[in-house]
């Protein structure tokens, strides 16, 4: 086991009606004038907000509020939370969202607490000395910013999309009330699904070796969203199907399923950010739709491992050998995002890039990996736009 920094600051207030207690919350950090961050509409439209607004009032918050952040969060609203929340004296930002406003609430923290272009930290350029303090209220289970130490922007100047990471931008609090995510139309709660899946599973393909406590908490973590994530698709309004989720899609990115190993490989993720920044999709199906590629290309480097995934993941009968298991576990890795209507292609996914445009996604992603992605097989470029390639 390799030795780690376990560290999860963030207060989980967790179950029906949590969000009432916002205004208590921001109340015991002795902040004053909160920014309301907020997407296109949904939470507007089921009510949210205004009980949100209601919890601040009564807790003698003062507020302002800046929506409009978009799936692939854009640098140039970052840029205008930042004056607003400078212009306002604000002291804390309240994400009400999923992964998008959140990380678009981390950035704009970053960008109040430093003094420069906020942008530089994306672009490798600088390090954070702070943030503002953030809380979440989560309206979707999926890319886990409710308690992770990264944010992912997308500049509209080149159409890059890059994460950054540090401990500063770590939610104080995080407030999952699963019957927040039953407005959700099934396409979200499956990327969603898909998302958390990815963030063990980058995780749990790792070289380091056997880690018996992690290794049995993120495969009881991925045997538990893949039998919720069906149960959604018949039964969308399942509180306990929709609790484990949420509940999932936090303990998945918050370092937890890391414990003692090497941090992961987190290839696919790296791939997907490209299409996302080129081609503007939802993160969780970009996921589905390369990560059969990556697995593929490169589980001979690992049979053992990927043969253990399918056994005890998805309970494949071993074959003759982990070559062969490993095989059918990806088929029935693949098998599974169909049955929640996930693409397991690019083209099932909408998009069909061009080979110029593939060379280009695989160009931006070795740069934003400064030269290799993964760990199971380390990948250079031609290994990236090879794997774009068969995700055809
Ligand atoms: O904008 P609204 O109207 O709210 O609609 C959103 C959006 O269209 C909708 N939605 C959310 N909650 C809803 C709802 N619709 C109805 N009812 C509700 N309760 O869902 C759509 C997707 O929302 P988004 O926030 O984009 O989803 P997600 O949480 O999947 O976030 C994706 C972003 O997070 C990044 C991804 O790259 C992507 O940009 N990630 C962030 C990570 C992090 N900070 O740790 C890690 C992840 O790996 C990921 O990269
Ligand atoms: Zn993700």
Redesign the pocket.
Known sequence: MEDFVYYTPTKVVFGRGSELQVGSLVAARGCKKVLIH?????????G?LERIGRSLDEAGIAHVEL?G?????RLSLVYKGIELAKAEGVDFILAV???????SA?AIGYGVANDFDVWELYDFKRKATGCLPIGAV????????EM???????NENGWI?R?Y?SEYCRPAFAILNPE??????PY?TS??CT?IL??TMERYFNRTGSMELTDGIAEALMRTVIRNALILMEQPDNYEARAEVMWAGSLS?NGLTGCGTDGGDWAT?KL??EL?GMFDV???AG?AAVWGSWARYVCDADPARFARFAVKVLDVSPAANDHETALAGIAAMEDFYRSIQMPTSLRELGIAPTEAQIEELAAKCAVAVKGTAGVVKPLKQADLAAIYRMAL
Do not use: F, W
């Not at 952040?69 to 969060?73: I, K, Q, R």
């Open positions: 907020y997407g296109g509409g949904s939470a507007r439209r089921s949210l929506g952040v978009v799936p692939n969060p969202g999923g992964g998008s406003v959140i990380d981390k989560l309206t979707i289970a999926a890319a886990g910013s992770s130490q990264s944010s992912v922007i997308t999309k994460g990471g927040l995510t039953m407005t959700l139309p979200q990327c969603g998302d990815m963030h990115h993720h997907e950010h996302g939802a993160h969780g996921l």
